[in-house]
């Protein structure tokens, strides 16, 4: 059964009573919540009537994501990391990027690469990058110099990205930036769905894109995500026709490759580097997150620095991780969802699960109670504890 | 043992919501810095996040002629012998029943519950007197 958390619009005062008496009740002040814009609201709804109809594993955003930014009709140069700048993108939700395609590459047939950057970290986004150019500019790609972008240092990177954007004449590119909120919950799911599937979606959707958008795709390389073999298959699968090449190493073997993997990780980087907090509070949130990885002693010391004993952590935070998992397990306040338990995985969480229920305080005294009664979950209060 | 509820018709006006689980925590907690809503006008559908999971959210409406009420213990009591006074230390008339993932429906317990009280009302009521009985305050 629910707990109930009741929110005071507005008054000081009754979080001072609060504080003095904290026994009984969680009594809080709260802003009222603003409404938001009609985009965010349509999305709202959309998730909801979604998930109902939904019997397939895929998240909603990847079934149904907003369309790419579109690139501007005034003849001046697309920039991504501009629009990531702008207030027409939120941070919080998942968002397609794409670049204008060039002319050449809706008749020449085209390789596409696909690379992802930031999978590993326990905040920020993920991104899915994919570029495409025709068959025959291969000597062309092969002279810009790319390379797997961990390879390559953050000046550089930067450098072929702005190459990537001048060679619009027979280069395009996308990507997909899945906010951690997205994230989160996707894989905190009640039907689970894993980052694999995830990542897989988001290719495919990209893959879709820039077929719906004419691009003339002959042939995929893809950087593998879980078994070559397996995901060779899925993709080819799912697009007929279309010739795919999932190797492990595929951004340093192919050049395509090495230039989607330059748009996700200076695109990640970027969104990371300018992140703004959506939480009210957010000025006051530290920045020192370091690389991001679990590993990282910085970003441990941050989730722990910016941890909420009820809430957890801000929404930059993938929640799904084990190191927040942990986090909260050891120092939060438990929570116990209706759903507990199904997951075998959560062993830690189950162990320490409680069983609360909003009638804890009331001991049941009366005599067992007709089913209509308990179904609805009344009870008569007839002593304190 | 004797309860007592100290009727305060002045009480603040809250805004409520119930979480589709049980969180081990009774005191102040930063709401207005986490839990954000977003709300769908057009549908009622409201959507926030909570530890990362997503919860879909419908405005629920304390049934007619009764109003919610927050019952707070203002001194503890030192016995279990001792009568027991609480104190309405707030008021509502809706509140914000949150599901995950999906909006709840009028299956939903807490909206089974609602019905029931109006249910209760129409079969203990008066014909002469069709307004629900004022005497009972739900708590939510």
Redesign the interface.
């Known amino acids: 059964m629910s707990t109930p958390m009741d929110i005071d619009e507005t008054s000081q005062a009754s979080i001072q009573s609060a504080a003095s008496s904290p026994r009984r009740s969680t009594r809080i002040s709260s802003r009222a919540s603003t409404p938001a814009p009609a985009p965010v609201l349509a999305r709202a709804t959309r998730d909801a009537t979604e998930a109902v109809n939904q019997a397939s594993n895929t998240a909603d955003w990847v079934a149904a994501a907003p369309r790419p930014v579109q690139p501007p009709t005034d003849g001046s140069a697309f920039d991504a990391l501009a629009h990531i700048s702008s207030s027409a993108y939120n941070n919080s939700r998942t968002a397609t990027l794409a670049s204008p395609v060039p002319d050449v590459c809706r008749t020449a047939p085209c390789c596409l690469g696909i690379d992802e950057a930031g999978r590993g970290p326990v905040l920020g986004p993920m991104v899915y990058g994919i570029s495409y150019c025709p068959l025959s500019d291969d000597p062309r790609l092969r002279q810009m110099g790319f390379d797997d972008s961990k390879k390559l240092d953050e000046p550089t990177r930067r450098r072929l990205f702005d190459d990537i954007n001048k060679a619009n004449d027979f280069m395009g590119f996308s990507v997909c930036v899945i906010s951690p909120q997205d994230i989160s919950s996707s894989m905190l799911r009640r039907a689970k769905y894993n980052l694999n599937a995830l990542s897989h979606d988001t290719a495919m959707s990209l893959v879709q894109r820039a077929l719906d958008d004419g691009v003339n795709i002959a042939k995929v390389f893809v950087d593998t995500v879980g078994t070559a073999e397996t995901y060779q298959e899925k993709l080819s699968e799912r697009f007929p026709g279309i010739e795919f090449k999932v190797s492990a190493k595929a951004d340093s073997l192919f050049p395509i490759v090495s230039a989607a993997s330059i748009c996700a990780k200076v695109v990640r980087d970027h969104v990371l580097d300018i992140w703004q907090f959506s939480e009210p509070h957010g000025s006051t949130i530290g920045r020192d997150f370091g690389c991001g990885y679990p590993s990282d002693p910085v970003t441990k010391q941050w989730l722990q620095t910016n941890m909420d004993s009820v809430f957890g952590f801000p929404g930059v935070v993938r929640f799904s991780w084990g190191t927040c998992k942990n986090i909260l397990i050891d120092r939060a306040v438990n929570v116990t969802w209706e759903d507990d338990g199904e997951d075998e995985d959560d062993e830690r969480a189950n162990a320490k699960k409680s069983n609360h229920s909003i009638l804890e305080f009331v001991k049941p005294t009366a005599p067992k109670r007709h089913r209509y009664f308990i179904e609805r979950k009344l009870e008569i209060v007839q002593d304190l504890r | ?1 004797e ?1 007592t509820v100290e009727h305060n018709t002045r009480a ?32 009622g ?3 926030a ?6 919860l ?1 959210g419908i405005t629920a409406q304390v049934p007619s002629g009764l109003v919610g009420a ?5 001194r ?2 030192l016995t279990d012998q001792e009568a ?1 006074t609480l104190d309405v ?2 008021q ?1 008339r809706e ?1 914000t ?2 599901n ?4 709840p429906t009028a299956q939903a ?2 909206m ?2 609602l019905h ?1 009280i109006e249910v209760a009302a129409i079969l203990h009521g008066n014909d002469d007197d069709p307004q629900p009985p004022q005497s009972e305050t739900p ?2």
């Not at chain 2, 603040?12 to 925590?25: R, V």
């Not at chain 2, 009774?26 to 057009?42: K, Q």
């Not at chain 2, 995950?100 to 909006?103: D, G, I, Q, R, V």
């Open positions: 043992m309860i603040a006006q809250l805004a409520m919501h119930s979480l589709p689980c049980s969180i081990d925590h009774n005191g102040p907690a930063n709401i207005s810095s986490y839990f954000l809503v977003e709300s769908d006008t057009a549908s559908v409201h959507a996040k909570f530890r990362g999971r997503q879909a927050l019952l707070r213990e203002s503890p009591a027991r230390a707030g509502f509140f029943l949150w995950l993932e999906t909006p317990d807490m089974r519950a029931a708590s939510a």
